[in-house]
């Protein structure tokens, strides 16, 4: 009878790590709050060059499709779209996953498969004016994301 006890007090302070691991790593990240109002999100140096890169390389996809529309450059538009959709979130780290909040999660993975399901309607709609609404609604998750985080590295301790 003692065993069983021992057993689910363990298993119940088991349970309690694990939903605390959990939260910690999958749903809040690290955070804090930031003196303007956003979430700071706390990373180590090459993590936060990491999701900076990758913000650059969705601004620089941006401007790539909106020069190819007016071309109507379907190839172009297709190219850019897919140089970030979901294959290029496979670079990051889990680690660095671990790190970030669950909102700001979503926003990013949307944001991939927004690119992915605007290369696929450029190739098969060809349609610049229906390109250039996607790249409206895309970038409203761009907006979000700047107006609710910004990303910092931890403060030098002395």
């Given at each position: 009878?003692?065993s069983?006890?021992?057993?689910w007090?363990?298993s119940?302070?088991?349970?309690l790590?694990?939903?605390?691991?959990?939260?910690?790593?999958?749903?809040?990240?690290?955070v804090?709050?930031?003196?303007?109002g956003?979430?700071s999100?706390?990373?180590?140096?090459?993590?936060?060059?990491?999701?900076l890169?990758e913000?650059?390389?969705?601004l620089?996809?941006?401007?790539?499709i909106?020069?190819a529309?007016?071309k109507?450059?379907?190839?172009?538009v297709?190219?850019?779209?897919?140089?970030?959709?979901?294959?290029?979130?496979?670079?990051?780290?889990?680690?660095?996953?671990?790190?970030?909040?669950?909102?700001?999660?979503k926003?990013?993975?949307?944001t991939?498969?927004?690119?992915?399901?605007?290369?696929?309607?450029?190739?098969?709609?060809?349609?610049?004016?229906?390109?250039?609404?996607?790249?409206?609604?895309?970038?409203q998750?761009?907006?979000?994301?700047?107006a609710?985080?910004?990303?910092?590295?931890?403060?030098m301790?002395?």
């Amino acid at each position: 009878m003692k065993s069983c006890k021992l057993s689910w007090s363990v298993s119940g302070v088991l349970l309690l790590v694990v939903i605390g691991m959990a939260y910690k790593f999958i749903l809040s990240g690290s955070v804090a709050p930031a003196t303007d109002g956003r979430q700071s999100i706390v990373l180590e140096s090459g993590e936060r060059d990491l999701v900076l890169t990758e913000m650059r390389m969705f601004l620089s996809s941006l401007q790539r499709i909106t020069a190819a529309l007016p071309k109507e450059d379907m190839p172009q538009v297709i190219e850019a779209a897919r140089a970030v959709g979901a294959a290029a979130q496979q670079a990051v780290p889990g680690s660095l996953m671990g790190k970030l909040p669950l909102e700001f999660k979503k926003l990013g993975f949307d944001t991939h498969k927004r690119f992915d399901l605007l290369a696929l309607d450029a190739e098969s709609l060809g349609d610049p004016q229906h390109i250039l609404q996607q790249l409206a609604e895309l970038t409203q998750n761009c907006v979000a994301c700047h107006a609710a985080y910004r990303i910092d590295v931890p403060a030098m301790t002395k």
